[in-house]
């Protein structure tokens, strides 16, 4: 079974950063794409970032510019770096590992922006 662990996550204010890593429990190039999702209170489950297994990245529109999804392939860890955050990045960070039909979820990590 494959496990994502997170860490990272905390409370700080607007315009602070914060780094999220996501360790994978085995080699992070047998999955097609590594991923980035939130859950903010009260609403759905957002897509953030991901980043293929050549390297390719994506970023949700909300998080462009500020977000910055990378991977560490020797340590089998992603990170998902976050500088200028909002209120509204309040949310627990989910890190997902995807391989064809399959889907692995990691626990969450908590971040809270508020002053």
């Known amino acids: 079974q494959v496990q994502l662990v997170e860490s990272g996550g905390g409370l700080v204010q607007p315009g602070e950063s914060l780094r999220l890593s996501c360790a994978a429990s085995?080699?992070?190039?047998?999955?097609?794409?590594m991923n980035w999702y939130r859950r903010a209170p009260g609403k759905e489950r957002e897509l953030v970032a991901s980043?293929?297994?050549?390297?390719?990245?994506n970023y949700a529109d909300s998080v462009k510019g500020r977000f910055t999804i990378s991977r560490d392939n020797a340590a089998n860890t992603v990170f998902l770096q976050m500088d200028s955050l909002k209120p509204e990045d309040t949310a627990v960070y989910f890190c997902?590992?995807?391989?064809?039909?399959?889907?692995?979820w990691g626990q969450g990590t908590q971040v809270t922006v508020s002053s």
């Open positions: 997902n590992a995807h391989l064809l039909s399959r889907n692995y």
């Open positions: 980043i293929n297994v050549g390297g390719r990245t």
């Open positions: 085995e080699n992070i190039f047998n999955f097609n794409d």
